[in-house]
């Protein structure tokens, strides 16, 4: 077998981390799914783990990919594992202290963060074209028809040109036709890749099963890593320009924190066309690995409000073990810098409506999330319960009623009814 020959053959030799038989390793676990690799291949990995050197960069980078690799053999599998996202380039997301300086310039790092996206987004859709193109062997099980993928090539291409769009590159994607648009994001995604990038994308993709959508599923939801880490910076930005008396730029932190968010709305579109009994499928393997770990996601709820008392008690935030640390350790939140900014006078007139309206649009657009990821649980998963060890959909009602601020409420519109993707319920 491959994996072996070349795995004993590199044990043998330098065994040099950079020149790791990554191939031949990823080729094996999409050959099964990670969840029916050979115990025997396992524990040769496991092997290799313990005398990798982590103390450089290639070493780091073997040891975190071998880590994801094994966590069902170390039966540490987790939400983390299973989207490989210790070896994605997602922001650190440092504690805040309220003093804090803002960093300097948001520029370089948003930048990343819609590098990333567009990698991430175009790559799926790469996936996609190569199926249907009959190009690739890849998960072969449960593939989707034409129509399905045009559709999927549409979204995703809305997803990537607000990333563009922001990266000043809007007009490098111009072609009306979906499939032609998808090509030219992912032709325009790998111009510039430099190979530390393309093999993060390579290394991160590590389905559980051979099933088609697998690969849709695992991308979308680092694309909403993704976003939500870089909705956490732009949360701490806002809190420490309150605290510091800059009303203006905390409500425009703000502001462009609601867009990351808005604009991704295609991205549960997209994740709307995977086939219910391919999802069905494929989850009878990623028990234990739930969105209900995602650090992410609690940083930002958290960062707009502690949360109460039974809620950080629940499974929630014990899910997210390191995010109710910081909550129990004091981590400031917008709600409160702005209760004190307001209690001291702080914030008045003009600059106090603008923040006020931007939370507001904030807790909009996190409430039109918590909706729309709902309605797509009940298509999915129907009665199911969940992965994270919940009842499921009725858990996902619930907390879409946990406010997002205290001080300020989402604008009051009426709640959106209209069917994910535009195709009925
Ligand atoms: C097929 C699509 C999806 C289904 C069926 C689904 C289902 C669920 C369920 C049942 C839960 C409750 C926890 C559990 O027991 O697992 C949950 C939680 C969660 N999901 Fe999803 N989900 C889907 C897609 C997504 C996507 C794309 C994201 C984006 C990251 C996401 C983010 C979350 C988050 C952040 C939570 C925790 C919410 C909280 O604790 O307040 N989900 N999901």
């Not at 790791?20 to 969840?35: D, N, S, W």
């Not at 890849?138 to 559709?151: C, F, I, N, S, Y």
């Not at 808005?262 to 579109?269: E, M, Q, R, T, V």
């Not at 939140?333 to 939370?359: C, F, K, N, P, W």
Request: aromatic share 8%.
């Amino acid at each position: 077998m491959r994996f072996v020959r070349e795995l004993t053959s590199w044990s043998s030799g330098t065994a040099d981390p950079e020149q790791f038989p990554y191939p031949a390793v990823v080729a094996e676990f999409h050959r099964v799914g990670k969840h029916f690799v050979e115990k025997e291949l396992l524990a040769l990995l496991d092997q290799v783990r313990a005398r990798v050197d982590a103390r450089t960069t290639p070493g780091r980078q073997l040891s975190t990919f071998l880590d994801v690799a094994l966590d069902k053999w170390d039966a540490r599998y987790d939400y983390r594992s299973y989207l490989a996202l210790p070896l994605l380039p997602l922001p650190t997301g440092s504690p805040t202290r309220s003093t804090d300086a803002e960093p300097a310039e948001p520029t370089a790092a948003r930048r990343e963060r819609d590098r990333l996206l567009v990698d991430l987004v175009s790559d799926a859709l790469a996936f996609e074209l190569a199926a249907a193109a009959d190009l690739t062997d890849l998960l072969p099980e449960q593939r989707p028809g034409p129509t399905v993928v045009a559709k999927r090539c549409r979204l995703g291409v809305r997803v990537g040109l607000a990333a563009l769009t922001r990266l000043g590159l809007a007009g490098a994607v111009t072609d009306r036709d979906p499939v032609g648009a998808a090509v030219a994001l992912h032709r325009l995604a790998v111009a510039d890749r430099d190979p530390t990038r393309d093999r993060v994308l390579r290394l991160s993709m590590l389905p559980v099963y051979v099933s088609h959508d697998e690969y849709l599923f695992i991308r979308v939801l680092q694309a909403y890593e993704c976003l939500f880490a870089g909705v956490a910076e732009e949360l701490r930005a806002t809190i420490t320009a309150l605290a510091t008396g800059r009303p203006r730029p905390a409500a425009a932190r703000l502001a462009y924190a609601r867009d990351l968010i808005s604009d991704a709305g295609p991205l549960f579109s997209l994740l709307a066309t995977m086939q219910p009994t391919a999802f069905r499928t494929f989850r009878e393997y990623t028990e234990g690995a739930s969105a209900i770990q995602s650090r992410s996601y609690k940083l930002m709820e958290s960062l707009c409000r502690a949360p109460e008392p039974d809620r950080l008690d629940s499974t929630a935030y014990r899910s997210v073990p390191e995010v109710r640390d910081l909550v129990r350790g004091g981590q400031p939140s917008i709600d409160q810098e702005y209760r004190a900014a307001v209690r001291d006078g702080r914030l008045r007139d003009t600059d106090h409506d603008l923040v006020r309206q931007a939370m507001a649009a904030f807790a909009e657009a996190v409430v039109t999330w918590r909706r729309t990821h709902h309605r797509l649980a009940i298509r999915m998963l129907g009665p199911r319960s969940g992965t994270g060890y919940t009842e499921g959909t009725p858990y996902l009602a619930a907390v879409r009623a946990v406010p997002v601020f205290t001080a300020v409420s989402a604008d009051p519109r009426p709640p959106r009814t209209d069917p994910i993707g535009g195709c009925p319920e």
